[in-house]
T-cell receptor, first 112, second 113 residues
Framework: KAGVTQTPRYLIKTRGQQVTLSCSPI?????VSWYQQTPGQGLQFLFE???????NKGNFPGRFSGRQFSNSRSEMNVSTLELGDSALYLC???????????FGSGTRLTVV | AQSVTQLDSHVSVSEGTPVLLRCNYS??????LFWYVQHPNKGLQLLLK??????LVKGINGFEAEFKKSETSFHLTKPSAHMSDAAEYFC???????????FGAGTTVTVRA
């Protein structure tokens, strides 16, 4: 059974640019969440989607957005990148949130 | 709202000795609780979960945790540490209503030979 796949694994972008990260959940999982991990702030919730609907959003500026497609794949977009957006971005999928989420290996974004 | 406090930022143990990672949680609803492990440059792996069934939960790789509602704790233990247990461990709470996980700050485990 394939796990959660995130692409790309590494990205280097320049301040002011925008970036799109992709996540393919485990087959059959309809819930997809995104988290940002930084040494200073730890793991913070970005947003969660279920059947193409955003059910919750964390405390991030509007530059951070996401969407989910009918096949449950999800993308997140960050516009007007800032140095502070450098982080590991983790995607997680679940069939039932009470049973836990399976995480991907993450996308390491570096903004220079 | 829910939150998690991991009481130790770093734990160092000798190989073959017990490991104890302490976690207290706060939740206004009946929570689900999890422990995840993260090895360097890797994603998060689920070790075990509590979802209102048995209070003593067994997970992978010999780890277990006990849910104590009166103490709002969910401590993680392992009887005998192995070198491969060196990693960062996260205690996580979800109240199932807002579809998000709230993470503790993490505990880094070092295992001495």
């Amino acid at each position: 059974k394939a796990g959660v796949t995130q692409t790309p694994r590494y990205l280097i972008k320049t301040r002011g640019q925008q970036v799109t990260l992709s996540c393919s959940p485990i087959s059959g999982h309809r819930s997809v969440s995104w988290y940002q991990q930084t040494p200073g702030q730890g793991l913070q919730f970005l947003f969660e989607y279920f059947s193409e609907t955003q059910r919750n959003k964390g405390n991030f500026p509007g530059r951070f957005s996401g969407r989910q497609f009918s096949n449950s794949r999800s993308e997140m977009n960050v516009s007007t990148l800032e140095l502070g957006d450098s982080a590991l971005y983790l995607c997680a999928s679940s069939s039932d949130s009470s049973m836990g989420y399976t995480f991907g290996s993450g996308t390491r974004l570096t903004v220079v | 709202a829910q939150s998690v406090t991991q009481l130790d930022s770093h734990v160092s143990v000798s190989e073959g000795t017990p490991v104890l990672l302490r976690c207290n949680y706060s939740s206004s609803y009946s929570p689900s609780l999890f422990w995840y492990v993260q090895h360097p440059n890797k994603g998060l792996q689920l070790l075990l979960k509590y979802t209102s069934a048995a209070t003593l939960v067994k997970g992978i790789n010999g780890f277990e945790a006990e849910f104590k509602k009166s103490e709002t704790s969910f401590h993680l233990t392992k009887p005998s540490a192995h070198m491969s247990d060196a990693a960062e461990y996260f205690c996580v709470v979800s109240d199932r209503r807002d579809y998000k996980l709230s993470f503790g700050a993490g505990t880094t485990v070092t295992v001495r030979a």
